[in-house]
């Protein structure tokens, strides 16, 4: 009687529990799970109702410590095509054994050379009530989770009317959001909750409150088959639905054109620790391989450019050419003529400018309006527009000896823009020529298949020092915040490292600029300054700028937090540099640690950080190894820039 009084309470806190599961389960059906290699990330197909047919979403889970916390409780599924809906009256069929995906590749440009493709997938099938079918591809990556649509079977040409894939984020995620904007140049916002409905621009970044797992949200794989999307969150502020491009955002039809059999973009999950995040090249990983056979013409360097110091500077042949000595002082490989180069005068046309960069061993770029919109009136108007243009424009370019090509003035994500992109891509390879877009989307992994495309802006980057007196004080909080977001997913075009000002001051130290040469990852570096700011530093920064590299063989995030600071370590070839900057209004002790250096390597090391003031360097020379430590000031808005270089190379 005794062991049974015993036993009843037990069994009772056991039975209640049960209970409660037994009747929640019909609410929740999980139909399939994908786990990444590392067995961290996890992905659930679930339903609301019971049985196959209904609506289906994903659950994504972070595994820490062995304790699975929900990061993204459901991500809704579903398209909408012309002809039919795909949503909620699915019919689940069967879900594929796992798939290991595995895959090597190299990176001529980027935060790291040696590239792996790994994780496990599994294809989700599904019917319709008309007994279409569609299935979701699922990826479970060790630094996050994709997956996309497809339609594998049929055939014809069918319009997507909506796509209903949308992210539940819980309140209290942090979360950083863009504003978005055709040109993807609006400052990112930190907020703790979400505060208010509207368009937001991709990435967006997100921080759990309690398992410490962020994660960022992207889509990569964008071909000529759909068109780019955004975020909004009007109907339902905490939901953020994928969103197609509307009718008054460019001319054109906004709804993309399909034909079947087809794939969707990838839905791009990046998640992990801060570091998982800065360091994942996953956007490229899930596009399309190179189309190039050969890539020996594509080269990553530094640049010097005119435009941010004097607007109007390609009008003037003796300003091309102060700027063409430069980048020859300084040993950078190129020198860009930005707009006006067509109405060039004061000593020579661009041909003499193209004639002179060469003669002085530095090769130019050129830029171009896409010639897309008729209210953008900055010439050359039409030279790329079309593939007999753009024929008859490279051949020209390459008999002056020109490289490469700057192209302006995109500001839409239709379809018909996205395939312009490609197009200009695709010819532009013909003829070796690089490639650099402005006033256009953020990375979709093009890079990757096109790996002439050297960069892109998408970013409020220094010219905005010209546009208004606003980035005076709001640049020191967004650079560190673009570590963190844009530059994650691919080359930035900030055009970093000014000295001096242009037409409103900035009020970053000196070291702080020189950080971004490190912290900003961009296979054509554009140094935005006038020639007298680089040739009046001191002879440490000096020598910095003429020998960091563009192209990374690993990168490495070794502190940081979006809007407070952020320090970053890259290795080019044996070489490590190392990039640090405080956005905030206060000074810092920095205890700078080398723990990513090889083990039993010592390593002579340069560094550069604030002195006195913001416009003063202190120089520190020294060996250091992989159990060395060094304290680092840094001023208000400040930085410190460092080069190591093993001593037995």
Request: aromatic share 14%; hydrophobic share 35%.
């Amino acid at each position: 009687m005794m062991n049974d009084l015993m036993l009843k309470p037990n069994l009772f806190r056991w039975f209640i529990p049960f209970v409660f599961a037994f009747l929640a389960f019909p609410l929740m059906s999980q139909k399939a799970v994908v786990l990444s290699p590392n067995s961290k990330n996890e992905v659930m197909l679930l339903s609301e109702q019971d049985g196959n047919t209904g609506s289906w979403y994903l659950q994504v889970n972070y595994i820490s410590d062995d304790e699975k916390s929900e990061v993204i409780p459901r991500i809704d599924l579903g398209l909408i095509r012309n002809d039919q809906s795909f949503s909620d009256n699915l019919r689940f069929l069967k879900a594929s054994r796992p798939k290991r995906v595995v895959e090597q590749y190299t990176s001529i440009h980027g935060k790291r050379s040696e590239r792996s493709n790994v994780a496990n997938e599994v294809v989700m099938e599904f019917e319709n009530s008309e007994r279409s079918r569609i299935n979701v591809v699922v990826r479970a990556y060790n630094d996050g989770i994709v997956f996309r649509y497809e339609f594998p079977r049929g055939s014809g040409t069918y319009t997507i009317l909506d796509e209903l894939t949308s992210y539940h984020i819980p309140d209290s995620t942090t979360r950083w959001l863009q504003d978005f904007d055709l040109s993807n140049e609006h400052l990112y916002t930190k907020m703790k909750d979400a505060q208010s409905g509207g368009d937001w621009g991709y990435p967006a970044l997100f921080n759990t409150p309690d398992t410490g797992c962020w994660y960022l949200i992207h889509e990569a794989g964008l071909d000529r088959t759909y068109c780019a999307t955004k975020l909004n969150n009007s109907e339902n502020v905490p939901v953020y639905k994928v969103t197609l491009p509307y009718p008054h955002e460019g001319k054109g039809e906004a709804l993309p054109t399909i034909n079947l059999p087809w794939k969707s973009p990838w839905r791009v999950v990046i998640m992990g620790a801060l570091s998982d995040i800065v360091e994942s090249t996953l956007v490229d990983d899930v596009s399309k391989p190179s189309v190039l056979e050969n890539t020996d013409w594509i080269k990553p360097g530094l640049v010097s450019w005119n435009y941010w110091s004097d607007n109007h500077g390609t009008r003037c042949f003796q300003t091309v050419a102060a700027f063409t000595d430069l980048a020859a002082a300084m040993g950078w490989p190129y020198t860009l003529f930005d707009w006006e180069w067509d109405v060039m005068s004061n000593g020579g046309n661009v041909e003499d400018a193209a004639r002179y960069a060469l003669s002085k061993g530095v090769k130019p770029f050129l830029w171009y309006n896409s010639g897309m919109f008729q209210w953008i009136t900055a010439t050359p108007i039409d030279r790329m527009k079309t593939h007999e243009n753009r024929m008859e424009e490279f051949a020209w370019l390459k008999s002056l000896g020109f490289v490469g090509v700057k192209v302006d003035f995109f500001l839409s994500e239709k379809q018909y823009m996205i395939e312009y992109y490609l197009d200009i891509l695709e010819d532009a390879a013909k003829f070796e020529m690089m490639v650099n877009f402005h006033g256009s989307v953020v990375p979709r992994g093009w890079a990757r298949t096109y790996p002439h495309l050297m960069t892109l802006e998408g970013v409020r980057g220094a010219e905005w020092y010209n546009n208004g007196p606003e980035f005076t004080t709001t640049a020191p909080e967004h650079n560190s915040v673009m570590a963190f977001t844009r530059n994650v997913v691919g080359s930035m075009d900030y055009t970093p490292v000014t000295f001096t000002n242009s037409q409103y001051p900035s009020l970053t130290s000196y070291g702080h600029e020189l950080a971004l040469s490190v912290l900003y990852e961009s296979a054509l570096q554009h140094m935005a300054d006038r020639p007298e700011g680089y040739y009046n530093l001191p002879d440490a920064p000096k020598s910095f700028l003429k020998d960091v590299p563009v192209a990374w063989d690993d990168t490495k995030l070794l502190d940081g937090y979006p809007g407070r600071d952020v320090v970053m370590a890259r290795r080019n070839d044996k070489l490590w540099y190392v990039g640090g900057i405080n956005s905030e209004n206060v000074e810092k002790n920095y205890t700078l640690s080398f723990d990513f250096l090889d083990d039993g390597v010592d390593y002579r090391i340069v560094l550069i950080s604030d002195g006195n003031h913001d416009k003063d360097f202190s120089t520190y020379y020294s060996v250091v190894n992989k159990s060395s430590t060094i304290d680092v000031k840094m001023l208000r808005r400040g930085g410190f820039a460092a080069k190591l270089q093993p001593m037995n190379n």
